[in-house]
C-alpha cells in the first residue's frame, strides 16, 4: 500500500512539473520574489528608515499573498507593510509598487511619476520596461520570469544585487 501512495505521489508530482501554474502558485511565487527584490535591492540611506512599503495596485490575490507571507517581516530594521490601491489616484510614495496586468495602461505614468524617487516599479505589460519599469514579470514557458532594466534602476537610485541581475530572463 506504501508503495502505491509513493507512486501517485511521484506520478502528480511529475505531472504537474510540466503544467502551467494556477494561478494562485504563481502569485505565491510573485510573493516571495518581490520579498526578495526588497531584501536584495538597496535603497538610498534615507529610505532605509521606517516602514518598508510595498504597494499593490490591482491582483488582490498578490496581496492577499504578500499580507499572508510577508507582514511581520523586516527589511533590514524596517518592518514591512503591504498597501492595497484601489485607483491610481490612491498610489502613495512606497519602496516597491507592483502594477499587475490589467492595470499596465498606468505604467507609464506611474514610472514617470516616481522616477527619482526610489521607488521600484514592478509591471506584468510587454512594455513595461520600455514604459519605465525596473523590473516586469512575464510567462515564459509555462513559468513566471522576470526581466530588469539596469538603467530604469540607476533613474531610481536602486542598486539593484548582482544575484538578482542572474536570475533575470533578460537584463536591458
Known amino acids: 500500500m506504501k508503495k502505491l501512495i509513493y507512486i501517485t505521489i511521484l506520478a502528480l508530482?511529475?505531472?504537474?512539473?510540466?503544467?502551467?501554474?494556477?494561478?494562485?502558485?504563481?502569485?505565491?511565487?510573485?510573493?516571495?520574489?518581490?520579498?526578495?527584490f526588497a531584501?536584495?535591492?538597496d535603497w538610498p540611506?534615507?529610505?532605509?528608515?521606517?516602514?518598508?512599503l510595498i504597494g499593490v495596485y490591482g491582483?488582490?490575490?498578490?496581496?492577499?499573498?504578500?499580507?499572508?507571507?510577508?507582514?511581520?517581516k523586516t527589511v533590514g530594521s524596517q518592518p514591512i507593510k503591504i498597501v492595497k490601491f484601489n485607483t491610481v489616484s490612491d498610489i502613495k510614495k512606497c519602496h516597491i509598487l507592483y502594477v499587475a496586468e490589467d492595470k499596465s495602461s498606468s505604467v507609464k505614468s506611474l514610472a514617470s511619476k516616481f522616477k527619482s524617487k526610489s521607488t521600484l516599479v514592478i509591471s506584468e505589460s510587454p512594455?513595461?520596461?520600455e514604459?519605465?519599469?525596473?523590473?516586469?514579470?512575464?510567462?515564459?514557458?509555462?513559468?513566471?520570469?522576470?526581466?530588469l532594466s539596469k538603467t530604469n534602476a540607476q533613474q531610481?537610485?536602486?542598486?539593484?544585487?548582482?544575484?538578482i541581475v542572474s536570475y533575470a530572463a533578460n537584463v536591458k
Open 13 to 36: 508530482t511529475f505531472m504537474s512539473m510540466n503544467a502551467p501554474a494556477p494561478q494562485d502558485g504563481r502569485n505565491r511565487l510573485k510573493s516571495l520574489m518581490l520579498y526578495q
Open 39 to 41: 531584501t536584495q535591492i
Open 59 to 72: 491582483n488582490e490575490s498578490l496581496y492577499d499573498e504578500l499580507v499572508k507571507n510577508h507582514s511581520g
Open 127 to 129: 512594455e513595461g520596461l
Open 45 to 52: 540611506k534615507e529610505f532605509k528608515t521606517g516602514t518598508f
Open 131 to 147: 514604459n519605465g519599469a525596473v523590473i516586469n514579470f512575464f510567462a515564459q514557458n509555462n513559468r513566471t520570469v522576470f526581466e
Open 156 to 163: 531610481n537610485k536602486l542598486i539593484i544585487n548582482s544575484r
